[in-house]
Each structure stands twice: as C-alpha cells, then as structure tokens.
C-alpha cells in the first residue's frame, strides 16, 4: 500500500471518539434528517466547494491479516474493512469528488483542495498529537510518515484537476481551521455554503466540517465523495459530524 494511503489511516484513528450527539429532552427541537432536506439553487450562492485530504495516492495490494500493520489490528481494523475502504475511495469517492470539482469549476464558483502539509523534515510544525502518534522522534523523522509541503504524496489527486484559482492549502493538523489559512480565505470569499468531500469522515474531513458549523457556516456533506480509513465506519462517522445537508453527487450536479 503506498506509504500516503498509510498516513492517513494512521492520522484518522486521532479524530475517532464517541459520538457527540446527546439525548433530547421535551425542550430539544425535533432534529431534521440532512438527507429529507430539500436541495435548492440557492445553496449556490456564497458557496465554496471543500475537498479535505484526496491527496495523490494509487491503489496498492490488498492487505492481509500477514502484512497488515499491527497497531491496525489493535485498533480494530480488519483487512477485509481496510480493503473495502480503498476500494471505495478509488472506484467511487475519487470519480464522484473529480466530478463536483469540475461543476464547480464550469459554474466558476472557488474551489478550496485542503491536504496535509508541514514545512519541517522533524515535523515541528506539526500537530503534537498528530506527530506523537507518527512516532516522529526529537531529533530526527520516522521515515516516510512525515507529510511534508513538498512530498508528491502530499499533493492534491491529479484527477481533481487543480486549476490556477483554486485555493491549495496545506494543513498540519485534522481540524483545517487550526492548521491553515481556510478560515481567512473563507472570510475574503464571503462564503456562507459549504460542500464539503474528502476524508476521513471520522477525522480531517469531520473535525473541519465541524469546525466550519461552529463558526456559523451552512455545512453539507456529498457523502459518496468521502472515504474514511474503514468502510464499515465511514457513514457513521459522516452522521455523528451534526451536517444540515447530506447528499449524493448526482444531487449536486442536478442543481441548477
């Protein structure tokens, strides 16, 4: 498996947690189901298009339980779950974000590629927790796990097709907010609607998207555009975010 595709399995288990959601009380307001809200043009206007981490990758062989990494196993991953996540992420995820890349592109509306990406071969722009986890000691790197600014590993998926108004920002941590310049682009754009894709639906993908509603932004999820680091968790993971739209691709590309 190429060594970015291990990256990021290893840096989602960091968002992972118990879902947030509490139980109502007889004052709660019935919650809305993101997926029955009705889609409208008018989530166009003030809309920016967020892909999180769908970074340049290949598929790689499957794993097995001899050459899956052991921390994976203690984590809970099985094969059968990692390989179901890749397999999606190529032949369904990939498609689907190259395609609401390029509506959004023909609509000439911005488009924000978020990736990882730190300037220090020792990782101390890092998150601590996110260098911690790579094992990355004080006075040197664990080879190959850095997700350094340059590394081709790093760089945004050659199938989205980056044009020169795009904004690429590299991140250091899950939350974009924390790590990057998203949240001053976001201000200069005017942006008040959010698409969001990407991954991982428990960790990046879902820690920004969280971080986006806290700061009063209309959220919304392309859920057949996001992947996670196993199958089995990727739409749980997607529910617990507290999104007010899910939707599918074709929902998005039908809006006019």
Not at 39 to 61: C, E, H, M, Y
Not at 213 to 236: Q, V
Request: net charge negative.
């Amino acid at each position: 498996m190429p060594k970015q595709v291990f990256l990021l399995l290893v840096v989602a288990l960091l968002g992972c947690a118990s879902d947030p959601r509490k139980s109502l009380t007889p004052a709660d307001p019935i919650p809305v189901d993101p997926r029955a809200r009705p889609l409208t043009a008018d989530l166009f206007q003030n809309a920016v298009l967020i892909s999180v981490d769908i970074q340049n990758s290949k598929p790689g062989p499957p794993v097995t339980e001899e050459t899956m990494d052991k921390a994976w196993a203690s984590w809970g991953f099985t094969p059968q779950d990692v390989n179901a996540a890749n397999e999606f992420f190529f032949t369904s995820a990939l498609p689907n974000a190259a395609k609401v890349v390029r509506y959004f592109h023909k609509r000439k509306l911005p488009v924000i590629l978020i990736r990882w990406g730190c300037r220090f071969k020792d990782g101390m722009d890092l998150d601590p927790e996110v260098r911690s986890t790579l094992q990355i000691k004080q006075n040197g790197t664990s080879e190959g796990m850095v997700p350094l600014e340059d590394d081709p590993g790093s760089q945004v998926h050659p199938a989205l097709d980056p044009q020169p108004d795009d904004y690429i920002l590299p991140k250091t941590a899950q939350d974009a907010f924390t790590s990057s310049n998203i949240g001053f682009v976001l201000e200069n754009l005017r942006a008040k609607n959010l698409f969001l894709m990407g991954g991982h639906t428990g960790a990046c993908l879902g820690k920004t998207s969280k971080s986006a509603k806290e700061r009063g932004y209309t959220i919304l999820c392309i859920e057949d555009a996001t992947f996670d680091a196993t199958e089995s968790r990727r739409i749980p993971n997607l529910n617990a975010v507290g999104y007010d739209y899910i939707c599918t691709t074709e929902q998005v590309l039908s809006l006019e």
